[in-house]
């Protein structure tokens, strides 16, 4: 395995419409195990295949672990969804707030609204079918990520353009709203 680069905006491959994938062979599954690598180098909880320069509707997701009661990761708790040609079939009525960023826009974060839950429809790395329900925070990452299949970004969505902080600023209002300092508009998760 090996990692792959990561593109940035403004490079154009961000903001196009990717093609399905149609074959699920060797090549496919070594290009799904180097962006496996890739996100989790990067520490990223997704990656979409445009975001290493490749047109297709392809996106690795890792779920955030368990923890037990000491905060400690319960190994094993992660979960790996690898999505090929997906298609949102359900949205949830209710919508929430929270704060995304993107290895394509690094050193930034922003408030999204995304629905609460969705339906999936997939096929796996192999081609097969997938029906897939998610909600929460993983229902927030299929949708960043499904977005980039689709050229958009999370800062296409912001719930106003001035909820877009660098990791900086967003770090010292989050410590001001733990001291009780500020009002802050984020919705955190
Ligand atoms: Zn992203």
């Known amino acids: 395995m090996s990692t792959l680069p990561i593109v940035t905006i403004p490079e154009k491959i961000l903001r ?13 599954q070594q290009l799904i195990d180097n962006m496996i690598e890739t996100m989790r180098e990067a520490n990223g909880a997704g990656l979409a295949a445009p975001q290493i320069g490749l047109p297709y509707q392809l996106a690795v997701i890792e779920t955030p672990p368990e923890v037990d ?6 190994e094993g708790s992660r979960e790996i969804h690898v999505i090929v040609n997906p298609e949102i079939v359900w949205t949830s009525r209710d919508m929430v707030k929270g ?45 960043h990520e499904i977005d980039h299949l689709n050229g958009v970004l999370y800062i296409d969505r912001l719930t106003s353009p001035e909820n877009i902080w660098t ?10 709203k733990r001291n009780g300092h500020e009002h802050s508009p984020v919705v955190g998760d």
């Open 99 to 143: 704060v995304e960023g993107c290895l394509s826009i690094p050193g930034y974060v922003g408030e999204v609204e995304r629905y609460d839950a969705i339906r999936v429809r997939a096929q796996d790395r192999h081609g097969r079918k997938l029906r897939l329900k998610v909600d929460d925070w993983t229902a927030r990452i299929f949708q």
């Open 69 to 74: 009661d000491e905060g400690n990761e319960i």
């Open 16 to 28: 196009q419409k990717t093609r399905p994938v149609t074959k699920f062979d060797k090549e496919l």
């Open 167 to 176: 990791e900086e600023e967003f770090e010292k209002l989050m410590e001001a």
